[in-house]
């Protein structure tokens, strides 16, 4: 039996969550999902009503399996990697706001 390799580093780990969200929809609802959690995060900041945290994972999370399950068809790797899938989903947003997710996206494997 062959045993699927561990990845042990967020270097080894990005690529492989880059080949998880080919799909732009799915990619679209991960960044809605994450934009929604700041604006979430500055809404309870502002009005100081600390109940609607508990909206945060809900958000963030509810937004990206959609598009796992519905649109890309695969497993979310948060299932397997939490902490650094959670790392992945800022890493992907700040690439795609500034231009350099196409280029990472065309440089996979």
């Keep these: 039996m062959e ?17 998880e969200h080919q799909n732009k929809i799915c990619r679209a609802l991960h960044y809605i999902g994450s934009l929604l959690v700041i604006a979430t995060i500055i809404f309870v900041l502002i009005t100081q009503q600390y109940i609607y945290l508990w909206l945060l994972p809900v958000i963030g999370y509810g937004f990206a399996w959609v598009g796992h399950f519905f649109i890309e068809k695969n497993r979310p790797a948060t299932f397997t990697y939490p902490f650094y899938s959670f790392i992945a989903d800022w890493v992907m947003l700040k690439d795609f706001l500034t231009g350099q997710l196409d280029k990472k996206l065309q440089n996979l494997p």
């Design 3 to 19: 045993t699927e390799k561990r990845l042990s580093s967020f270097a080894e780990f990005y690529p492989f969550y880059l080949s």
